[in-house]
C-alpha cells in the first residue's frame, strides 16, 4: 500500500450509489462520455458500465457506474450478484481499484431505506482496509439551502448510523457542486492512491466464501429473513380481514383486500426467488489460474492452444 503509483499505471474508479443519486451524471460529466442518465426515480444502468478512459493529471483514468441496490427492474440479489462478478472478474485480470466513490443526495433529509441498504452494501464492499481509498461525495447542493444542506451533512459526518464509521476508517468526505473542476477535483483525491483489494474480493477468492457467506451476503439475507417474517405477519391479519368480510358479506372489501393479498404473494415470490439466487449461486472460478498453468503445460510440450486437455481438475 505505502508504493507510489507512476503516471503510467492505469487507475480504475467505481461509482456507487442510490438509482437517481447522479452516478451516471458524475461520470459524463468527468470524463467526458454519454452514458444513458435516468431522468427521475427510474433506473438506466441495470449492469456494469466503463466510461471511455480520459487523462487527468498523467493518469488514465476509467471510471465504473454500477446499478443501485434499489434498481426498478432488477432485485437486490441480482444487483450483488451483478457487481460480484464484476469486481471478481477484474481481481482476476490482476486489475485493482484505485478509489470508490459512494455518491449521496444531501437533499435526502436522510439517509434511509434504500439509500442506507446502498452505503451498508458499499462498506461491506470495500471493507475496512480498502475506506482509506473511498471517497463519499454529496451532490445537489444547489439544489437546497446551504444552512440545511450543512446541517444534514454534519449528522451524516457525526452520527453511528450513517457515515461516520467508514469516515474513522479512512474514509473521505467531499462536496460536488456539478462543475467538471469539482468532480476532478474530487478524483484527484484518489488516483494517487495505491490499487487495493476489496473486502469481497479477499473474503471470496481469497478466502474461498460463497457469496452467501460474504458480509455483503450475509447482510442481504439477514433483510429477507426480516421482510419473511414481516410477510408472515401481514399475511395472517389480511387473512382475518377476508375472513371478516366474507362474514359480513362485503364484496368490495373481499375484493380489494383479495388484490392486496396477491401484491403481497407477489413481492414474497420474488424474495424467495432472490433468496435462491443468492444461496444457489456457483462458487467462484479463478480461469486465469487454469490460462496460466495451460500456457506453461503448452509451452513446455510445444503444444498450441488447449486441445487434450480438461479444466475440471484445475481450481
Known amino acids: 500500500m505505502g508504493k507510489i503509483r507512476t503516471s503510467e499505471a492505469p487507475v480504475n474508479i467505481m461509482v456507487m450509489g442510490s438509482t437517481g443519486a447522479g452516478k451516471t451524471s458524475f461520470i459524463n460529466l468527468a470524463s467526458g462520455s454519454e452514458l444513458r442518465t435516468s431522468s427521475g426515480l427510474e433506473s438506466c444502468t441495470e449492469q456494469i458500465q466503463l466510461a471511455s478512459p480520459f487523462t487527468l493529471d498523467g493518469h488514465s483514468v476509467t471510471l465504473v457506474d454500477t446499478p443501485g441496490f434499489d434498481d426498478t427492474t432488477k432485485s437486490d440479489s441480482e444487483i450483488l450478484t451483478i457487481i460480484t462478478d464484476y469486481v471478481l472478474s477484474e481481481y482476476d485480470k490482476g486489475n485493482r481499484f484505485t478509489g470508490v466513490i459512494y455518491l449521496h443526495r444531501i437533499t435526502d433529509n436522510r439517509l434511509g431505506g434504500a439509500a442506507l441498504r446502498n452505503f451498508r452494501f458499499f462498506c461491506q464492499l470495500c471493507g475496512n482496509d480498502a475506506l482509506p481509498n473511498s471517497a463519499l461525495v454529496t451532490n445537489m447542493w444547489n439544489s437546497i439551502s446551504l444552512e440545511i444542506a450543512e446541517a444534514r451533512e454534519s449528522e451524516l459526518k457525526q452520527k453511528d448510523i450513517f457515515f461516520k464509521p467508514a469516515l474513522d476508517a479512512g474514509?473521505?468526505?467531499?462536496?460536488?457542486?456539478?462543475t467538471v473542476e469539482s468532480a476532478h477535483a474530487i478524483l484527484r483525491q484518489l488516483i494517487t492512491n495505491p490499487p487495493c483489494t476489496l473486502l469481497l474480493q479477499r473474503e471470496i477468492i481469497e478466502e474461498r466464501k460463497h457469496i452467501s457467506e460474504t458480509a455483503a451476503g450475509v447482510a442481504l439475507l439477514g433483510?429477507?429473513?426480516l421482510a419473511e417474517q414481516k410477510f408472515r405477519e401481514q399475511m395472517r391479519e389480511l387473512l382475518k380481514e377476508i375472513d371478516e368480510a366474507i362474514k359480513q358479506n362485503d364484496e368490495a372489501d373481499r375484493l380489494e383486500l383479495e388484490e392486496n393479498r396477491r401484491r403481497l404473494e407477489a413481492q414474497h415470490?420474488?424474495?424467495?426467488?432472490?433468496?435462491?439466487?443468492?444461496?444457489?449461486?456457483p462458487m467462484y472460478k479463478r480461469p486465469t489460474i487454469w490460462r496460466k498453468l495451460r500456457d506453461i503445460i503448452s509451452s513446455i510440450l510445444c503444444i498450441p492452444g488447449r486441445r487434450g486437455l480438461t479444466q475440471t481438475s484445475i481450481v
Request: without cysteine; aromatic residues 0%; hydrophobic residues 40%.
Open 171 to 178: 474514509a473521505k468526505l467531499l462536496r460536488h457542486d456539478g
Open 269 to 281: 415470490a420474488r424474495r424467495e426467488e432472490a433468496e435462491r439466487t443468492i444461496k444457489e449461486a
Open 223 to 225: 433483510e429477507l429473513a
